[in-house]
């Protein structure tokens, strides 16, 4: 069994904009994860793990309050609009001009990257081409999209004091790779990093026509190793089981 601790998220959004909604959905969905959504920045920001602001450049000539959380130990998702405003300087990059709608490939920089985990290797998401410029040295690119033969960041991460921020240009909140994504970023940003332990899986009761094929599955999947009905049983009687 898996246990997830608690996760509390803000979603700072201002806005009645329908597209976030497919994202919200699954993040409610999520049983150890408790979302609160508000119009504004609330005063209190100390119940919160992660802060995610829709509109982020709002906050870029007042950020001193989203930096003390972060540098305190919190963590700042920044959903990136299509306005030309700059982005706070915190997260170590600002956006290019909003380019062409498209359907754009996207790629994990690091295909070993924990996020990466069990994702395929390129997704295709709809929405602006918005690459994404660095300004400090210790941003780094998490995503890029393929574009005219180059690689465009458009998601990025950066550690700041004791938290870290990140920030994105995608908008395909309803495509499910996507989604899964931004929930293993929050849980990332939170300080609460997916486990890198591998999950003993055992196949009882299949025949060898069966069992074989999902065995093969499991150990082509990372994270998941097939346990034997033999090690299984030895495991149960050291454990007092009769079987």
Known sequence: MIIHHPTAILFVTDRDDSSLQPLLSYLQSIGHLTLTVEAQMVKDLSPYDVIVTENTAAFADDSEQLTKFVHGGGGWLGLVQLSDEPLPQLFGVQPNPPGPEAELRVLFKNKDHPLATRLPESIYLKGCHRPLDQTTEDTETVLYADWHYQHSPVLVHRP????????TTLQAYDHPAFQQILYRLLSQL????????TLKVALLGYPQSIGKAHGLGIEATAGLTLYGACDLDQQRLEQGFQI
């Open 190 to 197: 939170a300080g609460r990093p997916l486990s890198h332990s």
């Open 160 to 167: 700041a004091g004791d938290g870290q921020v990140a920030c």
